[in-house]
């Protein structure tokens, strides 16, 4: 496990990240491609290679369990959602854009380079086998959230179920698919090719965290003024899922898997929440607010939660 110090140096390249973007030394085509790159390449390479383990037992009981613990915590934090709103009397976009956020954590831009981080190639195990259910989740209840007070309404969602599974699938499933069948059959990536993966896996963590910072120049901070409602809910991200889940998490597991689990609850919002809702007729304004300033949160709460709470 690797200190809190290696976790602050991965948010200082949002820093970099955002200045790069500020002096206006990339453009934004740049900054689209790079997320493209580090979904459909990067982060494909670094989950086949970190998970291309010698399996045990133990690790395939353990990947039951994250699945497990991952269907609970998502089920969880929808009704939790839902709760929240009615207590807060939030209803129409807004209500869909803060469901979706309170639901769908960063759990690729941020999440995999975090618990990469603090725990390594078995964090990245667990992590890869816990964003199932997300992926899942994401492609069906996300865009239910997303469409149910749209502008768009005629806008018909893919149908048949081979175009649902389609929808779903991505390049990090499909590196989680391959890398899983590969450790289950105990064969190991040809030596070349593997440092190949590595090396491109290896430019995940510092791509992603810069990308973070290019997508928070693209919110003015007095945009964010007026409106409590997104800092209670990016507080509620935040802090309250993770201390939450811990409370309840500790008394069935322990190590990994409870960091693991804790650590991706407690990430900010997706960054993708306001492409999927300017893709969807919603409120993208809103949502490109909330994935700001949760970001921008987390910068202090994450490495807290690792030095005090979860490693």
């Known amino acids: ?3 809190f110090d290696q976790v602050v140096t991965l948010f200082l390249l949002i820093f970099f990240g ?17 997320g493209m790159f580090i979904l459909n390449v ?22 039951a369990k994250i699945w497990v613990i991952s269907s609970v915590l998502f089920i969880s934090s929808v009704g939790i959602s839902y709760l929240i709103m009615r207590l807060l009397k939030i209803e129409g976009m807004n209500k869909d854009i803060y469901q979706f956020i309170m639901t769908f954590p960063n759990v690729g831009y941020m999440g995999f380079p975090i618990v990469k981080a603090v725990y390594g190639d078995i964090g990245v195990f667990y992590a890869a086998i816990f964003n199932l259910n997300f992926n899942i989740l994401l492609w ?13 309404k005629e ?4 149908t048949t179920l081979w175009r649902k599974i389609m929808f779903i699938m991505n390049p990090a499933l499909y590196a989680l698919i391959i890398g899983f069948g590969l450790s289950l059959m105990n064969l190991q ?5 593997k440092s190949t993966l590595v090396m491109v896996g290896n430019t995940t963590s510092p791509l992603s965290m810069m990308f973070i910072g290019f997508i928070l120049t693209d919110v003015h901070l007095k945009e964010l003024i007026g409106s409590i409602d997104l800092y209670l809910i990016s507080l509620i991200r935040l802090v309250g899922f993770p201390i939450l889940f811990f409370l309840v998490l500790k008394n069935f597991v322990s190590g990994e898997m409870l960091g ?3 650590l991706l609850m407690g990430m900010p919002a997706a960054v993708n929440t306001a492409v999927i809702a300017s893709r969807y007729g919603n409120n993208y304004k809103l949502a490109s607010k909330i994935v700001f300033l949760s970001t921008l949160f987390s910068i ?3 490495p807290l939660m690792i030095k005090y709470f979860v490693a």
């Open 1 to 3: 496990m690797l200190g």
């Open 18 to 34: 955002f200045l790069v973007k500020k002096l206006k030394l990339i453009t934004n085509n740049f900054q689209k491609e790079v």
């Open 42 to 63: 990067a982060l494909p390479a670094f989950i086949v290679t970190s998970i291309n383990l010698s399996f045990t037992d133990e690790m395939l009981a353990n990947s």
């Open 140 to 152: 069906s209840l996300g865009i239910y959230f997303m469409k149910r007070n749209s502008k768009d």
């Open 155 to 158: 806008e018909k969602i893919e």
């Open 189 to 193: 990536i040809p030596s070349l090719i």
């Open 260 to 262: 693991v689990s804790v």
């Open 300 to 302: 202090i709460t994450i």
